[in-house]
């Protein structure tokens, strides 16, 4: 039973065909076991029709690797990875709505926002729109900040991460083509088909 300490903060990683079907799927997966998704990111990866998926949670590794396994049984699904925080270079985005007046008559909350690495998006006579990416203390370090200073609004994104020792799927996919001529070669001989195989 893996307990509250043991925990800590994973990034799966999922390459899959279709993130229609599957974006719904994944969530039940989750959801069953009550593990709560902090972040979630879906873009098109370096591998032309292929998608990935990035998730952000925080258990334990027993927990997550289960669940990678279980992603991975899924039809579209090519390759799953999960990584530590130290195994990746991540970053997310942030927005910060600040009313104008108090950017203006404040040289200190400019100085501020320098020191925070942020820059203008959006200047109006009610509000000013920064934007800065970071870690998650980082954009939480802000919030902070500009709360004395009338924060009007915040969002932050979802992580994007890159995984620090792959070579990429691409050098794995032939890897398993040469090495592995089991499920995985089954899994990947669709991939010249593109999209006329599992359409939903």
């Not at 969002?155 to 620090?164: F, L």
């Not at 792959?166 to 089991?182: H, I, Q, T, Y």
């Amino acid at each position: 039973m893996s307990t509250e300490h043991n925990k800590q903060e994973f990034t799966i990683t999922v390459y899959t065909e279709n993130q229609i079907g599957l974006l719904n799927r994944i969530a039940i997966i989750f959801s069953r076991r009550k593990i709560n998704i902090e972040s979630l990111n879906v873009s098109p990866s370096e591998i032309e029709h292929i998608h990935r998926f990035n998730i952000l949670i925080h258990e334990a590794e027993d927990v997550v690797r289960k669940l990678a396994r279980q992603i991975e049984k899924q039809i579209e699904v090519l390759k799953v990875y999960y990584n530590t925080n130290e195994d990746i270079i991540w970053q997310e985005m942030a927005l910060y709505k600040v009313p104008t007046e108090e950017i203006a008559e404040k040289v200190l909350v400019e100085r501020l926002l320098r020191e925070h690495g942020a820059r203008v998006v959006v200047i109006r006579k009610d509000y000013t729109v920064f934007e800065t990416t970071g870690h998650r203390e980082e954009t939480d370090k802000l919030i902070e900040v500009l709360q004395p200073h009338g924060l009007i609004e915040f969002v932050r994104s979802a992580r994007v991460a890159i995984i620090k020792d792959s070579e990429g799927f691409n050098a794995k996919l032939r890897e398993f083509e040469r090495e592995e001529p089991g499920q995985d070669v089954i899994e990947n001989e669709y991939l010249d088909k593109g999209e006329k195989v599992f359409t939903m």
